[in-house]
T-cell receptor, first 115, second 114 residues
């Protein structure tokens, strides 16, 4: 089955700096890669996603890049703010089948942004 | 109320108890999921329901019994659990079809098994 590795497990940055979180996946059939943000005590929420036919996607201060050949994708947050502090999860979805929400998640990255 | 609602938010139970977790979605979705979130581990898919039919059981022990009476409601019945089952149990919903990869999560039930 699919395996997703996420690094680093913790990341500490100063406000205004950039943060990068990286994930690798094992199954070349995976074609959808979302990123979820989970603030303390709250639900995971989708913040950005990318499909395998696209190499990069940007939404204001966050961007995701995908390298299909190397089977890795990354989350980039620029101009970080204290409210960006949370746990970030990457995930991969393998196309086909009927379980569209069957995601394989990475272990999570605890991001702390210091004022 | 909108989104995905889970009750209770917290649950403490003994190993011989029987309890149920409830999930309700108000998004018009037709697929619902149970995920388990343990400390320092990735979110793990437990069960998938599409149009009330179970389509995935990710080798979950029988002490966890899901029920999906309709596309808006999902239950997880618990009995004779073990302390290692203590975790955050997250319900999610999505469209049952293309675009269904986008999951909408509830806030979860934090379960402690004593």
């Amino acid at each position: 089955g699919e395996n997703v590795e996420q690094h680093p497990s913790t990341l500490s940055v100063q406000e205004g700096d950039s943060a990068v979180i990286k994930c690798t996946y094992s199954d070349s059939a995976s074609n959808y890669f979302p990123w979820y943000k989970q603030e303390l005590g709250k639900r995971p929420q989708l913040i950005i996603d990318i499909r395998s036919n696209v190499g990069e996607k940007k939404d204001q201060r966050i961007a995701v890049t995908l390298n299909k050949t190397a089977k890795h994708f990354s989350l980039h947050i620029t101009e970080t703010q204290p409210e960006d502090s949370a746990v970030y999860f990457c995930a991969a979805h393998k196309g086909g089948g009927t379980s569209y929400g069957k995601l394989t998640f990475g272990q999570g990255t605890i991001l702390t942004v210091h004022p | 109320e909108t989104g995905v609602t889970q009750t209770p938010r917290h649950l403490v139970m003994g190993m011989t108890n029987k309890k149920s977790l409830k999930c309700e979605q108000h998004l018009g979705h037709n697929a619902m999921y149970w995920y388990k979130q343990s400390a320092k581990k990735p979110l793990e898919l437990m069960f998938v329901y599409n149009f009330k039919e179970q389509t995935e059981n990710n080798s979950v022990p029988s002490r966890f019994s899901p029920e999906c009476p309709n596309s808006s409601h999902l239950f997880l019945h618990l009995h004779t659990l073990q302390p290692e089952d203590s975790a955050l149990y997250l319900c999610a919903s999505s469209q049952a079809g293309p675009g269904g990869e986008k999951l909408f999560f509830g806030s979860g039930t934090q379960l402690s098994v004593l």
